[in-house]
């Protein structure tokens, strides 16, 4: 089982910015998409919304609400992946979600993901 353990959380303020994390524990990158999730307060998990996503190849997907200020990134040789989140509005504030799954060239934010992360709480204050 291959884990994935987020960080960089906080607590920011309107217009912030914050990047987020995801290390896995997989020998490489480069058989897995690595993607973000969400989940709003108030909001079972059930309701998780996919945020932003990165195949095996680099190929990269974002959700309509985070395009044109979250960026997703990866260094292979530490095996993370990254998200920054700028221009951050009190409507970001979610736990934010880490998930591995082997990617077969489809929409990384969508099929079952076997390992995911604890989570880490983003709050953007007004």
């Known amino acids: 089982q291959i884990e994935v353990v987020e960080s960089g959380g906080g607590l920011a303020h309107t217009g912030g910015s914050l990047k987020l994390s995801c290390k896995a524990s997989a020998m490489t990158l480069d058989y897995y998409a690595i993607s973000w999730f969400r989940q709003a307060p108030g909001k079972a998990r059930e309701e998780r919304e996919g945020?932003?996503?990165?195949?095996?190849?680099?190929?990269?997907i974002y959700a309509d609400s985070v395009k044109g200020r979250f960026t997703i990134s990866a260094d292979k040789a530490q095996k993370t992946v990254y998200l920054e989140m700028d221009n951050l509005t009190p409507e970001d504030t979610a736990v934010y979600y880490c998930?591995?799954?082997?990617?077969?060239?489809?929409?990384?934010?969508?099929?079952?993901?076997?390992?995911w992360g604890q989570g880490t709480q983003v709050t953007v204050l007004s």
């Open positions: 998930a591995l799954r082997r990617d077969f060239g489809t929409d990384c934010l969508q099929g079952y993901f076997g390992s």
């Open positions: 945020v932003s996503c990165r195949g095996s190849d680099g190929r990269t």
